[in-house]
């Protein structure tokens, strides 16, 4: 049977070998789910609440032993694995309060001898594929509002990172929540989406991660016509206007850039300054990005932990070297900590100044610690830049102007939008992109929407 090694990616050390299950495994999971959705569906729905809610504070007790666990699979820093476990918790508990709201609805008929109701119902099994930067919230995201509405769940986690969002569902079972009704599985990415797009008993998949990949799966999933949520790249636009409160910018201009090292799908990764603010704006963004510490995150006081593979590492580079190639300065980083042979690649958080458009990092997805400054002379021309891309999942701009404000909320084509605020994403609203960056919406009262079908029953001869 053949192994995934899991290791740490700040040290090279090995964490743990897992299993790949066989593709008879899956399928007997499956086959698994699919069962156990007849008893699960039927619970009240006070009952999955109260699991639910068990489950949440399971994490919670055990939240030292999982963000750890975290930090050393993934290579966040510490503070922030805490952070992600806080996040998943904020899923379980918005989706057990959502499981007491699937609402349905009467409608008046056009005649006095008919009734019209509409009822919600769970989909059936949910077959998920979770990322490896974000281990147990995506998880947390897809699994909270599938349990919730009534369906069971199948994830297959990621195999760089698939310990905490293992243990993750460990502890749902810790509370009672049915083995059958929640599984992880184990196996090759491809293998594992093929085998869920083949099943015809799987109702819907939902994934996040790339584009090529939602894209694959979309296509396979035509078979079966499942439903799918996709939660694909993103390549987000951060405006800075010429009003905007720099200091407020600067400091956000951080948070938005560099959490979990720049590996998020939010992450701003064009940073569209007007020229009247930019050498401003520059000069004290550089200087906070210098006091960002890099290293192992589970030493104290660590901002920035490694790159997850190599793979990732050489993308990084190769959109710094083209920049700098083609004009662009550095004036903060450009500075790399490699052990190629143990795994170990660092990227010091990096800012360039004179980007142009013609450089790559202005095109593709970062997905690291790199902070592009181009400037900007009239809003249009930045609203035009900030939509150059097929990406359409997160934009944020800076600006105390009501009127500015509003017009870039409306002219932005993305789903989620940050005004003087680089942390939007939250439990309790909805997440999810525009564009090439995906379908649907998870979090938020939209999230529990793609677990339900709608029946509508027609009574008549009243
Ligand atoms: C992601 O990178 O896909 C998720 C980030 C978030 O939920 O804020």
Redesign the pocket.
């Known amino acids: 049977m053949s192994k995934i090694k899991v290791t740490n990616p700040a040290t090279g050390e090995l964490i743990e070998e897992i299993s790949m299950q066989s593709n008879a495994e899956i399928e007997l999971a499956i086959k698994n789910g699919h069962q156990a959705f007849q008893k699960w569906s039927k619970l009240d729905a006070h009952e999955r609440s109260r699991l639910i809610q068990a489950w949440s504070a399971k994490v919670q007790e055990n939240k030292e032993e999982l963000a750890k666990l975290m930090t050393l699979e993934n290579g966040k820093p510490l503070n922030e694995a805490r952070g992600e476990i806080d996040?998943s918790t904020a899923y379980l508990d918005w989706y057990a309060e959502e499981a007491k709201r699937v609402y349905g609805r009467t409608i008046p008929a056009n005649t006095n001898s008919k009734r019209i109701i509409v009822t919600r119902e769970p989909i059936g099994l949910v077959a998920a594929i979770t990322?490896w930067?974000?281990p147990t919230?995506?998880m947390a995201?897809k699994a909270a509002p599938a349990l919730a509405a009534g369906c069971t769940f199948i994830v297959k986690p990621a195999s760089e990172t698939p310990l905490s969002g293992m243990k993750f569902i460990d502890y749902a079972y810790e509370v009672g929540i049915p083995k059958d009704v929640i599984q992880y599985v184990m196996g090759e990415g491809k293998v594992v989406g093929e085998i869920f797009t083949k099943s015809e008993r799987i109702r819907k998949i939902t994934f996040?991660g790339s584009t090529a990949v939602g894209k694959q799966l979309i296509a396979n999933s035509s078979e079966n016509i499942q439903h799918v949520t996709m939660?694909l790249g993103?390549h987000a636009p951060l405006i800075v206007t010429e009003d905007a409160d720099i200091e407020l910018a600067v400091q956000q201009t951080v948070a938005a850039k560099f959490?979990?090292a720049g590996?998020?799908?939010?992450?701003a990764n064009r940073i569209i300054v007007h020229e009247s603010v930019v050498d401003e704006f520059t000069e004290k963004f550089a200087s906070e990005v210098k006091k960002l510490e890099v290293g192992n995150g589970l030493k104290e006081g660590i901002d920035i932990g490694p790159i997850i593979n190599e793979k990732g590492y050489n993308k990084i580079v190769e959109q710094i070297e083209d920049a700098i190639a083609k004009g662009a300065e550095a004036l903060v980083g450009n500075q790399f900590q490699v052990d190629k042979e143990k795994g170990c690649f660092f990227v010091y958080p990096t800012v360039l100044k004179n980007v142009t458009t013609e450089m790559t990092i202005m095109h593709e997805e970062t997905f690291g610690p790199v902070a592009p400054i181009v400037s900007y002379k009239t809003l249009e021309e930045a609203v035009e830049l900030a939509n150059s891309t097929p990406y359409g999942l997160a934009a944020y701009f800076f600006t105390n102007d009501y009127r500015v404000g509003h017009y870039l909320h409306d002219h932005l084509q993305f789903g989620i939008i940050g005004w003087n605020d680089g942390?939007p994403?939250a439990a309790h609203a909805p997440?999810g992109g525009m564009k090439e960056s995906g379908l649907g919406r998870e979090g938020g009262i939209e999230g529990i929407e793609p677990y339900l079908e709608t029946k509508y029953l027609s009574i008549g001869g009243l």
């Open positions: 996040y990322p930067n974000f919230a995506m995201r996040t939660e993103g959490r979990n590996q998020t799908c939010v992450c942390g994403s997440f």
